[in-house]
């Protein structure tokens, strides 16, 4: 089970773009990265996912290097609406083994200021 | 759209008392889960389900039980409720062909006194 690493918390302001980047140094090949997005009092929400090099959505970029030993999550232009948790995932979304291969951990907490 | 819809969205418990949560999805998923979640941390898995009639423990199952009856309904049940069963409890459901990608409900706020 790939163990992730991201930071506690990040700070930023209105208009700048933040990055997040998550350690899984155990990832395996069949393994895939997933970002959620948690707002207080509200259940996760997906965000993007990825397996290799670069993926773009409307929202944000995940961006993976050849090793997929990390990831970085890319919001542009960030808004007060995106404060938030940000969790990092990683794992086939299997169940073999007896056991469920996804792991929310503690996440990152953004807070964006004016 | 509904996605994933549970109920109730907050229960007041005495030790001792027993409840049962119930989530509904109508995206024809076959994955459901049940998690819950505490101040400070992430997601625990309690219990999952990766088809109807089937149920599998997860990370924290103990004093919960749940059932698949339905393909589009997941129940966490609650026999003997504990002040340490205090938490958010969330219902998410996934497709086969995308696991990873999980939908949630808005989750049920349970407080047992």
């Known amino acids: 089970l790939a163990k992730t690493t991201q930071p506690i918390s990040m700070d930023s302001y209105e208009g700048q773009e933040v990055n997040i980047t998550c350690s899984h140094n155990?990832?395996?090949?069949?393994?895939?990265i997933t970002w959620y997005q948690q707002f207080p009092s509200q259940g996760p929400r997906f965000i993007i996912q990825?397996?290799?090099t670069k993926v773009t959505n409307e929202v944000a970029s995940l961006f993976i290097p050849a090793d997929r030993k990390s990831s970085t999550l890319s919001l542009p232009r960030v808004s007060l609406s995106d404060t938030a948790v940000y969790y990092c995932?990683?794992?086939?979304?299997?169940?073999?083994?007896?056991?469920?291969?996804?792991?929310f951990g503690t996440g990152t907490q953004l807070k964006v200021e004016l | 759209n509904a996605g994933v819809t549970q109920t109730p969205k907050f229960r007041v418990l005495k030790t001792g008392q027993s409840m049962t949560l119930l989530c509904a999805q109508d995206?024809?998923?076959?994955?459901m889960y049940w998690y819950r979640q505490d101040p400070g941390m992430g997601l625990r898995l309690i219990h999952y389900?990766?088809?109807?009639?089937?149920?599998a423990k997860g990370e924290v199952p103990d004093g919960y039980n749940v059932s698949r009856l339905k393909k589009q309904n997941f129940l966490l049940g609650l026999e003997s409720a504990a002040p340490s069963q205090t938490s958010v409890y969330f219902c998410?459901?996934?497709?086969?062909?995308?696991?990873?990608?999980?939908?949630f409900g808005a989750g049920t706020r349970l407080s047992v006194l």
């Open positions: 155990n990832i395996a090949t069949n393994d895939y």
């Open positions: 995932l990683v794992g086939d979304g299997g169940f073999t083994g007896g056991g469920n291969k996804l792991t």
């Open positions: 990825g397996y290799k």
């Open positions: 389900s990766v088809g109807e009639g089937t149920t």
């Open positions: 998410a459901s996934s497709s086969v062909g995308a696991k990873n990608i999980q939908y």
């Open positions: 995206m024809n998923h076959e994955y």
